[in-house]
């Protein structure tokens, strides 16, 4: 079992910045990828970012540029870098990890609201 514990999220402007991070607890030695996941009122929950083990990232195109995933092994811990924020990018923001074949577990989530 891993435990993922989101923090950093909050209300902006428009253009402004904020930092995610999710710590990890429990069995994280054979974490193949963490991720930042994020839904909308309204909305499917989709990926916004993903980094692996070997620390190859994955971004979706609505923020490739604005933010960077990234992750601190030494502290078990996570982080989303979001820059030039939008007014799109409210919502809740998830930190997911996954083990191989099938594994996943999810944070409790944080709320970012972007004001425009």
């Known amino acids: 079992q891993v435990q993922l514990v989101e923090s950093g999220g909050g209300l902006v402007q428009a253009g402004g910045s904020l930092r995610l991070s999710c710590a990890a607890s429990?069995?994280?030695?054979?974490?193949?990828?963490m991720g930042w996941y994020r839904q909308a009122p309204g909305k499917q929950r989709e990926l916004v970012a993903q980094i692996t083990s070997g620390g190859s990232t994955n971004y979706a195109d609505s923020v490739k540029g604005r933010f960077t995933i990234s992750r601190d092994n030494a502290k078990n811990t996570m982080y989303l870098q979001m820059n030039s924020l939008k007014a799109e990018d409210t919502a809740v923001y998830y930190c997911?990890?996954?083990?191989?074949?099938?594994?996943?577990?999810w944070g409790h989530g944080t709320q970012v609201t972007v004001s425009s």
């Open positions: 997911n990890a996954f083990k191989l074949p099938n594994y996943s577990n």
């Open positions: 429990g069995s994280i030695s054979s974490i193949y990828a």
